[in-house]
């Protein structure tokens, strides 16, 4: 079973940065897909980025591309979001999920079999 714990959210005006982790447990981390999802009040779940499992490949949504970056460290069983030129709209609760059955990039949320808790993103205008 892996467990996902996501930290690094919080509050932050416009034009700033901050950088999201996502501790997995598990010894086969390495060998997983995985992404980052966000949910706004009152809309649905989407991609934010996601990548390979040895990180040859990644992808970005047409709103944060430019500005975020997906990063996986296999040795520390962790993915990392970089945020920079932060929106207000990208205001959101922040989830890192994992892929036990693919190892490329998956851009799905239903192909994701574990997730965290998620972490809060307030970003001020």
């Known amino acids: 079973q892996v467990q996902l714990v996501e930290s690094g959210g919080g509050l932050v005006q416009a034009g700033g940065s901050l950088r999201l982790s996502c501790a997995a447990s598990?010894?086969?981390?390495?060998?997983?897909?995985m992404g980052w999802f966000r949910q706004a009040p009152g809309k649905e779940r989407e991609i934010v980025a996601a990548?390979?499992?040895?990180?040859?490949?990644?992808y970005y949504s047409d709103s944060v591309k430019g500005r975020f970056t997906i990063s996986r460290d296999n040795g520390k069983n962790t993915v990392y979001l970089q945020m920079n030129s932060l929106k207000p709209e990208d205001t959101a609760v922040y989830y890192c999920?994992?892929?036990?059955?693919?190892?490329?990039?998956?851009?799905?949320?239903?192909?994701?079999?574990?997730w965290g808790q998620g972490t809060q993103v307030t970003v001020s205008s």
């Open positions: 999920a994992a892929d036990s059955n693919r190892k490329g990039v998956v851009t799905t949320a239903s192909e994701y079999d574990h």
């Open positions: 598990g010894r086969t981390f390495s060998s997983y897909a």
């Open positions: 990548i390979s499992w040895r990180a040859y490949s990644t």
